[in-house]
C-alpha cells in the first residue's frame, strides 16, 4: 500500500532546493532520474488525482523501508555543505523513523550540530582573518545550525513529555 502523501515531482524539487545548500542545486532533470530509478526500484510509484491532470509520487512499503534504513545510518563526521545537507535531510524526515530509533538518532544528529556549530564558532573567532561575505556566510551557517539544533532538542523534549504523558 503507499502513503497517503503523493508529492508531484514539481514540489519534490522545489523542497529539494530548500534542503540543498547554495553550492549544490538539484536540477529538475537530475531528481526525475532519481525518481525513474525509485520506480524501477519500487520505491515510490507514480498515480495521477482523480480528474487525470496532476502526477504525484508515492512511497511504497518498499520505500519506506528503504528510508527508514537510510535515516539509521551514520553521517560522517567531515565538514563541508555535503554533511550539512545529510544532517538537514535527517532532520527534516526523522519522524518517519519508530520511535526508539528516532530518539537514538536525535542523541546522535544533536552531537554532530554540536560539533559543526563548535566548529563554525571557533572559525569565527579567527576574525579579522575571516571578513567580507567569508564572514556573512559564517553568520548564516551558525544560525541555521542553531535553529536546526533547537528544533530538534524542542522535538526531542515534546516526545519524552507525551510519552511520559502516556
Known amino acids: ?26 536540477t529538475r532533470d ?4 532519481a525518481a525513474e530509478q525509485a520506480i524501477r526500484e519500487g520505491l515510490v510509484v507514480m498515480i495521477d488525482d482523480a480528474d487525470g491532470t496532476r502526477s504525484a509520487l508515492e512511497t511504497t512499503n518498499r520505500g519506506r523501508l528503504r528510508a527508514a534504513a537510510l535515516l539509521r545510518k551514520p553521517i560522517a563526521r567531515t565538514s563541508g ?7 538537514s535531510v535527517k532532520l527534516c524526515f526523522l519522524h518517519l523513523l519508530p520511535l526508539p530509533d528516532r530518539s537514538a538518532e536525535a542523541i546522535a ?12 564558532r571557533r572559525l569565527l573567532d579567527l576574525s579579522p582573518m ?37
Open 130 to 166: 575571516v571578513a567580507g561575505a567569508a564572514l556573512q556566510d559564517l553568520r548564516c551557517d551558525l544560525l541555521h545550525l542553531d535553529s536546526e539544533l533547537a528544533w530538534l532538542e524542542g522535538m526531542t523534549a515534546w516526545q519524552r513529555l507525551s510519552h511520559a504523558a502516556e
Open 109 to 120: 544528529l544533536a552531537a554532530l550540530y554540536r560539533e559543526a556549530i563548535a566548529l563554525v
Open 30 to 33: 537530475v531528481i526525475t532520474a
Open 81 to 87: 555543505s555535503f554533511t550539512r545537507t545529510c544532517m
Open 1 to 26: 500500500a503507499a502513503d497517503e502523501c503523493a508529492t508531484p515531482i514539481g514540489d519534490i524539487c522545489r523542497l529539494a532546493r530548500l534542503i540543498a545548500p547554495r553550492d549544490w542545486q538539484p
